[in-house]
């Protein structure tokens, strides 16, 4: 190869930011708001790799105003899609045949959200930024940090295009794009493949908890007009998980007799054969569940990781040349259920204090003035409740009662979490699940599911999951746990079939599958699997989730 067809080209911005979810646009709009008021002119560019702004956005959602408010605040009058206020909270405990309503706990009380699709608003925000004279470019997938000489980060490159399977470039070879920028700002959502990266050479989770996640399983309905009522939000717990096991589900009636339904399950389960999406599939069949979808149609699916750590689990967001923001970070409320307003205001946090860098503090810090806004009070007061539910349901409800109850989130202690990765138990101590066969109508398989994500990669490319050492697969995945990543992923991907010689087994893995949960990343019980980008525009391409 010349030296002309490895030569990437170079763009030069005040700031680059990685990702255009509600964190990163927020984050790019606040600066551009400081600087037209400085009148100052400051370069912004948003890079994101799905093939448009919210492909890759997948949400409950019920969405808390307070932040979008805030940044802007004529949101009604320029038309944002808040259509469907919250009327109605139903939280029911499930056993298998019956549903128990619960008094709504006020961290879950909804009275002036929306039912919104966070994809959706994302695309709305982008609107606002590029005619603020923001610069966004979808489809650009970053895959490499920048440093200079004394390891400062200097931007980003997007990855090359046109790489074949056997790492060669094919005849469709493009190099990537050097993003260089005073300042970098990473907004690349829950696991971030970079952010994973910069943790490590800044080691940016020393002195803090350990990370948890959970995993997100969601499909949109359209409704049969008699089982709909816009604006009825519906959270469960209990059935058909076993009271060891965190999780629970939501059902958001958003307008258009559209029904968004998902499932979530703590990545910190234990048995070894528990599948997430089947576990989605079966809570779908309940029978204070089931009606809402007879008659009806589903039109969407999609999967994601979220981060659940809260308080405790929060790193550094400082480094030289940039931060971290959003769920990059982890600002999720888990007991609210909400991430997407605490992601918007440490974009803003984040624009703020990076305004002031480039106006000449350079000691100015994300992580200061986070602490010092109200996200940090409004984690704060809920830090405990997610890790007591490490002693099951019902202490952990009963747990959550009194801290909410008796000492406003105020409890002079705070519950510490443990790595996810490290809770598998062996198949030989572990029970093994039945699940029942799905019917077509409001039970699916995975693969008909992974088509309705729209999911889509170049075929001729390397693999974006990589094993650090192939042999483990089999003498401890398989070995010790029979493969677990066959199960917790909701796409299918991994798969262990037979040498047609000898018999003996292998992990395949169908990365065109791959619809970006980074599931596997996080549960992994070795860490042997890496998530990185694949060629930018690749993954899944969601409708209104």
Wanted: glycine share 10%; hydrophobic share 35%.
């Amino acid at each position: 190869m010349s030296e002309e067809q490895v030569q990437r080209e170079q763009m030069e911005f005040d700031v680059v930011i990685v990702g255009a979810g509600p964190s990163g646009l927020a984050a790019a709009i606040r600066l551009k708001q400081l600087a037209a008021a400085a009148e100052r002119e400051l370069s912004v560019c948003v890079i994101e790799k799905g093939s448009e702004v919210g492909a890759h956005i997948l949400s409950g959602a019920v969405f808390e105003p307070r932040a979008l408010g805030e940044l802007i605040p004529d949101w009604r009058e320029r038309d944002a899609p808040l259509l469907t206020p919250a009327t109605e909270d139903r939280f029911l405990l499930l056993t298998e045949r019956r549903a128990l309503r619960l008094p709504t706990p006020p961290q879950m009380a909804n009275h002036g959200n929306y039912i919104i699709s966070l994809g959706n608003l994302c695309r709305w925000l982008a609107q606002q930024a590029e005619a603020l004279g923001i610069e966004i470019y979808p489809g650009f997938a970053a895959a490499e940090v920048l440093y200079d000489a004394s390891g400062r980060v200097r931007g980003v490159a997007t990855g090359d295009m046109g790489i074949g399977k056997d790492g060669r470039p094919s005849e469709r070879y493009q190099p990537g794009v050097e993003l260089v920028a005073k300042q970098t700002l990473f907004a690349e959502g829950c696991r971030g493949s970079l952010t994973k990266t910069l943790m490590k050479r800044f080691r940016l989770r020393d002195g803090v908890g350990p990370q948890t996640y959970g995993i997100g399983l969601k499909e949109l309905w359209e409704a049969a007009p008699d089982r709909h009522q816009a604006g009825l939000v519906v959270h469960t717990v209990g059935w058909p998980l076993d009271a060891r096991t965190y999780g629970g589900s939501f059902v958001y009636h958003l307008e258009g007799r559209q029904i968004a339904v998902g499932f979530v399950i703590g990545l910190d389960y234990r048995n070894p054969f528990l599948n997430p999406f089947e576990e989605f599939q079966r809570f779908k069949t309940h029978p204070a569940i089931r009606p809402f979808f007879e008659g009806g149609r589903r039109i969407a699916y999609g999967a994601r990781a979220l981060n659940e750590g809260g308080f405790q689990s929060i790193p550094r967001l400082d480094f030289p040349g940039g931060a971290l923001v959003g769920d990059a970070a982890g600002f999720l409320n888990v007991p609210k259920i909400k991430g997407s307003h605490t992601a918007m205001k440490s974009g803003m946090v984040a624009a703020e204090t990076v305004f002031r860098r480039l106006s000449g503090e350079p000691e100015a810090e994300v992580g200061r003035a986070i602490r010092e806004s109200w996200i940090w009070d409004e984690l704060r007061r809920v830090r405990n409740i997610r890790p007591s539910f490490r002693w099951g349901l019902w202490a952990g409800l009963a747990y959550s009662a009194a801290d909410t109850y008796l000492f406003g989130g105020s409890a002079p202690w705070t519950l510490r979490h443990h790595p996810d990765h490290l809770q598998l138990t062996k198949t030989g101590e572990a029970k093994r699940i039945d699940y029942p066969r799905p019917d077509g109508k409001v039970t699916f398989d995975r693969l008909s599911s992974v088509f309705i994500s729209n999911t889509n990669h170049e075929e001729d490319q390397p693999s974006h999951l990589r094993l650090r050492d192939p042999g483990k697969a089999i003498s401890v995945n398989y070995r010790l746990y029979d493969s677990p990543e066959q199960r917790y992923c909701p796409a299918g991907v991994y798969e262990i079939v037979r040498q047609a010689d000898t018999g003996e087994p292998y992990l395949q893995i169908n990365a065109q599958n791959c619809v970006h949960c980074k599931t596997c990343d996080i549960k992994d019980p070795e860490q042997n699997i890496d998530w990185v980008v694949p060629e930018g525009g690749g993954g899944p391409n969601y409708p209104n989730m």
